[in-house]
């Protein structure tokens, strides 16, 4: 057996694979040993039909089959003892030239094209700069918070006629374009919420309605063709939803409002404990703190957004392009051309972004330990659990089900990579400057859009 490797530049390489009939011969002569054991063919007894026969009935298939396992074998061999890194994986050239008989005593050539990773360095220092953000709460939001939070535990009450934020209780029925019911057509009883109707004309034809009273409403323009929020109403699929023309005849059968809890000592006790807020100014201070404690998260979301770009056009690189559109289309049969340029772009930046991380992990000696895995996958359970009961787990559940969680392979190499990610961008943040800007909420959502 010879295997040569030939670069055609610094990202393309292909490796030839030479067999003779003693390379493999061996293996393929102990693979039909084996099968004449287990065979069970009419007119022998089970293990006792000759390998004779086997070759002759069998022969080519198992050599097909052994000359492909001791192909992946010595390529992954060579791929490791020469250190190659390699993208994707490697591409057996075919060449129509070539034909064999497989009869046991071919001379076979193999070629395979690979995509090696480039070389590049990864180099930060305080001379690179970023911001981070620190943001505020800005009135309008907090009022906003305010206002849900006493929804949240105030009383629903029905008053005679609608106004701002109610719930008309309704029946919803399709009509026709002259305006009759449609016989047979879309009905449905929802709730229908003033404060989801992002149209104001139709918002404010929902003002001032009672009990009884009926209105014709396009749906369309009131969720200004949000086919999600039409769905839901008239419990139909969003496809239908999205080509739905029609108007509907809105019957109120009941108004509905949720009237705001009173800011009194009751209600502080019940959101943050008994004596924890005793005054209203207390009271916007603590959910003032929550909402920044929160929107740390979209601070941390930014900053690692803008890191992860910065980084990308800070070391550049070119990849084995051509090489990984054909490693793609070989690996996804069901990709089609226009699907491939359309996403490569996007492939290729997290591809690059996935070298560079690896590099920060091995430049930096960056050792990832269990017990950092295993924290992670508790803390990211018990806030799944907590999003789904009031009911805390105790402290041994939570790990009773961590490790049942990383068990799962799949589970485990996902929580490992979402750790390195985080320890790569720790890192950065580690070497860069970081200038801390404060702004407001409102203002930072527009740095978001």
């Known amino acids: 057996m010879n295997i040569s490797q030939e670069k055609k530049d610094a990202l393309n390489a292909t490796l030839k694979i030479s ?48 000359i492909n396992t001791l192909l992946s074998d010595k390529l992954n061999k060579y791929i490791e003892d020469e250190k190659l890194e390699v993208l994707g994986q490697p591409l057996p050239k075919l060449d129509d030239e070539k034909e064999y008989n497989w009869d046991f005593n071919d001379e076979f050539e193999f070629v395979y094209e690979l995509g090696l990773a480039p070389e590049f360095a990864v180099e930060f220092s305080s001379k690179d700069k970023l911001t981070q953000y620190v943001i505020k709460v800005d009135a309008e939001t907090l009022a906003s918070r305010e206002k849900n939070i006493r929804r949240a535990y ?32 879309i009905s449905n009883t929802a709730s229908v919420r003033l404060d989801q109707i992002k149209n104001e004309e139709v918002k404010k034809s929902l003002i001032g309605l009672k009990k009884g009273d009926v209105v014709t409403i396009d749906l369309q323009k009131a969720f200004e063709n949000d086919a999600a929020k039409v769905a839901g109403l008239l419990k139909i699929e969003e496809d239908e939803a999205a080509e739905l023309k029609s108007n509907f005849q809105l019957t109120v059968k009941n108004v509905n409002r949720l009237d705001e809890a009173d800011l009194n000592q009751e209600f502080f006790d019940k959101l943050f404990g008994e004596g924890v807020v005793t005054t209203e100014e207390g009271f916007r201070e603590k959910i003032t703190e929550e909402l920044e404690t929160m929107m740390q998260q979209d601070s941390e979301r930014k900053l690692q957004n803008d890191i992860y770009n910065y980084t990308l056009d800070k070391v550049q690189f070119e990849l084995p392009d051509e090489f990984l559109k054909r490693w793609l289309k070989a690996t996804n049969e ?52 907590r999003m789904y009961s009031q009911q805390s787990l105790t402290d041994e559940q939570l790990a009773q089900y961590t490790v049942q969680y990383l068990q799962n392979k799949e589970n485990a190499n996902k929580i490992f990579e979402e750790v390195k990610a985080v320890r790569v961008f720790d890192y950065i943040k580690s070497v860069i400057t970081l200038d801390k800007k404060e702004i407001l909420f409102t203002d930072f959502n527009k740095l978001e859009d």
């Open 19 to 66: 067999l003779s009939p003693a390379d493999y011969q061996p293996q393929v002569d102990k693979a039909i040993k084996e099968q004449a054991k287990k065979a069970q063919l009419p007119g022998f007894r089970k293990g006792m039909v000759p390998a004779g026969h086997i070759k002759k009935m069998y022969g080519k298939s198992i050599l097909v089959d052994e």
């Open 334 to 385: 069901k990709l089609s051309d226009e699907e491939l340029e359309g996403g490569y772009a996007d492939f290729a930046k997290n591809l690059k972004w996935t070298l560079i991380a690896n590099k920060i992990v091995v430049d930096n000696q960056i050792d990832i330990k269990y017990d950092e895995v295993f924290a992670y996958a508790k803390q990211s359970l018990n806030n799944q659990f």
């Open 154 to 185: 105030g009383k629903m009450t029905n008053p005679d006629v609608s106004a701002e934020d109610d719930v008309l209780y309704s029946d919803l029925v399709q009509l026709s374009p002259d305006g009759s019911v449609f016989e047979g057509g």
